[in-house]
């Protein structure tokens, strides 16, 4: 087909109702730069000498003549071989390379879009500043999510790229609030997690430090077992490797018979930590002048979070408790009240 016959046509099928308006568009822009440029140019005598989009026609399968505005360049094929020629980029399929017989030098045909409000190119979503979007508001592209600045993603406001959970700044993420790679689980700044909330990586646990742990709360690595700092272990609350049996802690400098759960199921562990805080807010009644004018914010917050000293707030939690309550505290094994008023600030004996 010479170039003034697919003018032609080109400029019929424009006026047709059976096309969109965005078809229509591109046909009409087609055309006007047909006639700027009003010569084609076989595969056979040269191809483009640089990466660029180009006027294109093809014979398709159906033995039709065909034409469109492709891309020229290296990608790789459905091989995984890089392959030179022209090609789009924005079909499901991916990468389509066509079977181009003459091209024309680049053409400034607009890039149409079936949304509403896109700066960027071939989107059905809305507000999408990048390419190829059904997704809304993507300044990223190929996101059939919305609100992401990252590109191929299925979920939501994502910075990273190919997630199809949401509001992960890593890629490759099946779950969501991800900073780490490649994560199933949520919640993680590690890589290759199953589970949630692990700055470590490849665990299939929960909130481990340490990686490759199938056990939760690990600082270690490898373990089975939970809230181990060292390594393989399948107990839990292990400081040592490959430990099988749980393991007794030291009371006071020296070996007890109790283990670390024995320790947190025990009246003295509630009561301490009952009545211990650290911090206690302040409401704006109970301030005084000083610290009214050391948190101003205070007048309208209504108070302020006040920090304490360890050891004031041990002898003020000490002076909350009951009798039994502190008689727990003595009874616990190898209990030496010097070294309890060492930590705590608190004589047992007053």
Not at 9 to 23: A, C, K, M, V, Y
Not at 135 to 147: I, K, R, S, V
Not at 280 to 298: G, L, R
Not at 300 to 326: N, S, V, Y
Request: aromatic letters at 10%; glycine letters at 10%; proline letters at 3%.
């Amino acid at each position: 087909m010479n170039t003034r016959r697919l003018i032609e046509e080109l400029r019929r099928i424009s006026t047709t109702n059976s096309i969109s308006l965005n078809e229509r568009i591109t046909c009409e822009n087609a055309a006007d730069e047909l006639g700027k440029v009003p010569r084609w140019i076989p595969v056979t005598d040269r191809l483009p000498k640089m990466v660029d989009r180009y006027l294109a026609t093809w014979i398709d399968s159906d033995g039709r003549r065909d034409w469109g505005v492709l891309i020229f360049g290296v990608r790789d094929n459905k091989d995984g071989e890089p392959e030179i020629g022209f090609f789009t980029e924005h079909s499901e399929e991916g990468v389509q390379f066509y079977p181009v017989t003459h091209w024309m030098k680049p053409v400034a045909v607009r890039e149409c879009s079936t949304g509403l409000c896109n700066t960027g190119d071939h989107n059905t979503g809305d507000y999408n500043t990048g390419d190829d979007n059904t997704g809304d508001y993507n300044t990223g592209c190929n996101n059939a999510g919305c609100g992401n600045t990252g590109d191929k993603n299925v979920g939501h406001w994502n910075t990273g790229d190919k997630n199809t959970g949401y509001k992960n700044t890593g890629g490759y993420n099946v779950g969501d609030r991800n900073t780490g790679e490649c994560n199933t689980g949520n919640c993680n700044t590690g890589d290759l997690n199953a589970d949630d909330w692990n700055t470590g990586g490849r665990n299939t646990g929960c909130q481990n430090s340490g990686c490759c742990n199938a056990g939760d709360d690990n600082t270690g690595h490898c373990n089975v077992g939970n809230k181990n700092t060292g390594d393989f272990n399948t107990t839990d609350n292990a400081t040592g490797c490959f430990c099988t049996e749980k393991q007794t802690i030291m009371f006071f400098d020296k070996p007890s018979t109790w283990t670390l759960e024995d320790w947190r199921d025990s009246d003295a562990y509630y009561a301490l930590f009952e009545h211990i805080d650290l911090t206690k807010w302040v409401s704006y009644e109970d301030m005084t002048d000083i610290e009214k004018i050391e948190h101003p914010e205070s007048e309208t917050t209504g108070g302020f979070l006040k920090k304490q000293d360890f050891k004031t707030a041990c002898r003020e939690g000490w002076a909350k408790m009951t009798d039994k309550e502190k008689q727990a505290v003595k009874d616990l094994p190898n209990f030496d009240a010097e070294k309890f008023e060492q930590i705590t600030g608190v004589d047992v004996n007053e």
